[in-house]
């Protein structure tokens, strides 16, 4: 018969096993002081365990499902998580300069101020096809550009806004006249939704025979872009699940520890 060194007893205390007494140092299955008899068996309503193997394997899940939640964000948004690269052409058109109209409001006092707008022109980039329009003011006097806005739209809803100012070398000739543009990003929608950032464009306009002009543009920058609500929800849902885990596990763990006495 086993017993402690403290006067009171709880007899049969140990459903099925009536030669072993548990005294209150003795604190059973639940404390640290515990005979190899009564391992794994109930006291005061309490089970002592170990931790079951199903939890071990549901926290390598929890890792699993959101390395699969993070892989397939980063695939759907095209890595436009960060900082991404942007280049692209556009060869297109625009009004004649005779088109500019006087916007006061806008663009200031006329002479020599007027507003240019042009149409939509199509392009190609490295982040797929694009479309771009816009309009600016023009000193007819220096060629400076200013109080420009501008849309680029990609396929579906996504699109990102800009300002910008620039110059050109007036008068645009058929042999050609340089132009350089510095837009500076306010936003967009879809995966561009907030995106910040700065492209430059350098062009050459043609002056053409029915006083229309043609232009070839190249742009190239960087999309400052912010993750998707939905990424966001994923890795709070999978941090919580990976904290929940890891807390359960080391409970567990110093559960063992106090098993081991004898």
Same mark, same amino acid.
């Given at each position: 018969?086993?017993?402690?060194?403290?006067?009171?007893?709880?007899?049969?205390?140990?459903?099925?096993?009536?030669?072993?007494?548990?005294?209150?140092?003795? $604190?059973?299955?639940?404390?640290? $002081?515990?005979?190899?008899?009564?391992?794994?068996?109930?006291? &005061?309503?309490?089970?002592?365990?170990?931790?079951?193997?199903?939890?071990?394997?549901?926290?390598?899940?929890? !890792? &699993?499902?959101?390395?699969?939640?993070?892989?397939?964000?980063?695939?759907? #948004?095209?890595?436009?998580?960060?900082?991404?690269?942007?280049?692209?052409?556009?060869?297109?058109?625009?009004?004649?300069?005779?088109?500019?109209?006087?916007?006061?409001?806008?663009? &200031?006092? +006329?002479?020599?101020?007027?507003?240019?707008?042009?149409? +939509?022109?199509?392009?190609?980039?490295?982040?797929?096809?694009?479309?771009?329009?816009?309009?600016?003011?023009?000193?007819?006097?220096?060629?400076?550009? !200013?109080?420009?806005?501008?849309?680029?739209?990609?396929?579906?809803?996504?699109?990102?806004?800009?300002?910008?100012?620039?110059?050109? +070398?007036?008068?645009?000739?058929?042999?050609?006249?340089?132009?350089?543009?510095?837009?500076?990003?306010?936003?967009?929608?879809?995966?561009?939704?907030?995106?910040?950032?700065?492209?430059?464009? #350098?062009?050459? +306009?043609?002056?053409?025979?029915?006083?229309?002009?043609?232009?070839?543009?190249?742009?190239?920058?960087?999309?400052?872009?912010?993750?998707?609500?939905?990424?966001?929800?994923?890795?709070?849902?999978?941090?919580?699940?990976?904290?929940?885990?890891?807390?359960?596990?080391?409970?567990?763990?110093?559960?063992?520890?106090?098993?081991?006495?004898?």
């Amino acid at each position: 018969m086993i017993q402690a060194s403290v006067s009171t007893r709880f007899a049969n205390s140990i459903p099925g096993d009536e030669n072993v007494e548990i005294r209150e140092h003795d $604190v059973g299955c639940r404390g640290r $002081v515990v005979r190899r008899e009564c391992r794994d068996k109930p006291f &005061g309503g309490n089970r002592m365990s170990r931790m079951p193997k199903a939890n071990h394997a549901s926290l390598g899940i929890i !890792f &699993g499902l959101l390395l699969i939640a993070l892989l397939g964000t980063s695939s759907a #948004t095209t890595a436009r998580a960060a900082t991404i690269t942007f280049s692209g052409t556009i060869d297109g058109f625009n009004v004649p300069p005779a088109a500019a109209a006087p916007n006061i409001a806008r663009c &200031g006092p +006329v002479p020599p101020n007027l507003l240019l707008s042009f149409p +939509v022109n199509a392009g190609a980039s490295n982040l797929g096809s694009f479309s771009q329009t816009g309009s600016h003011c023009i000193d007819t006097t220096t060629g400076n550009l !200013f109080n420009g806005v501008s849309t680029f739209t990609f396929g579906g809803s996504d699109s990102f806004f800009a300002t910008y100012t620039g110059t050109i +070398v007036l008068p645009v000739t058929a042999a050609g006249s340089p132009s350089t543009l510095f837009f500076t990003l306010t936003g967009g929608t879809g995966s561009y939704t907030g995106a910040t950032g700065s492209i430059t464009s #350098t062009s050459t +306009v043609f002056l053409n025979a029915d006083s229309t002009t043609s232009f070839h543009t190249t742009f190239a920058g960087t999309i400052n872009t912010v993750p998707e609500p939905t990424t966001m929800s994923l890795l709070g849902i999978g941090g919580l699940g990976v904290a929940i885990a890891v807390r359960k596990r080391r409970k567990s763990h110093r559960d063992e520890a106090g098993e081991g006495g004898i």
